[in-house]
């Protein structure tokens, strides 16, 4: 028991790390290199892909889900 309890901490530790790393070099690259602005752009597209996917999800989702009414007959 003490093994998943060791293991779970290390990948929280690990994880915690990672990103302030990760949002070092982010930062870094944003506000230091002249890549910034093409970094900024490639963020946003990414964050309204991310968005719109999840609509579509939830739109497909409601479109094809199968209700009770949908089994009455009319």
């Given at each position: 028991?003490?093994?998943?309890?060791?293991?779970?901490k290390?990948?929280?530790?690990?994880?915690?790390?990672?990103?302030?790393?990760?949002?070092?070099?982010?930062?870094?690259?944003?506000?230091?290199?002249?890549?910034?602005?093409?970094?900024?752009?490639?963020?946003?597209?990414?964050?309204?892909?991310?968005?719109?996917?999840?609509?579509?999800?939830?739109?497909?989702?409601?479109?094809?889900?199968?209700?009770?009414?949908?089994?009455?007959?009319d």
């Amino acid at each position: 028991m003490k093994s998943k309890l060791a293991r779970k901490k290390i990948t929280g530790i690990v994880l915690l790390v990672a990103s302030v790393i990760v949002f070092v070099i982010y930062t870094y690259v944003l506000l230091g290199t002249k890549w910034g602005i093409i970094v900024l752009q490639l963020t946003v597209i990414g964050a309204i892909a991310a968005l719109l996917a999840v609509l579509g999800w939830i739109g497909y989702t409601m479109a094809t889900t199968k209700t009770s009414e949908d089994d009455m007959p009319d």
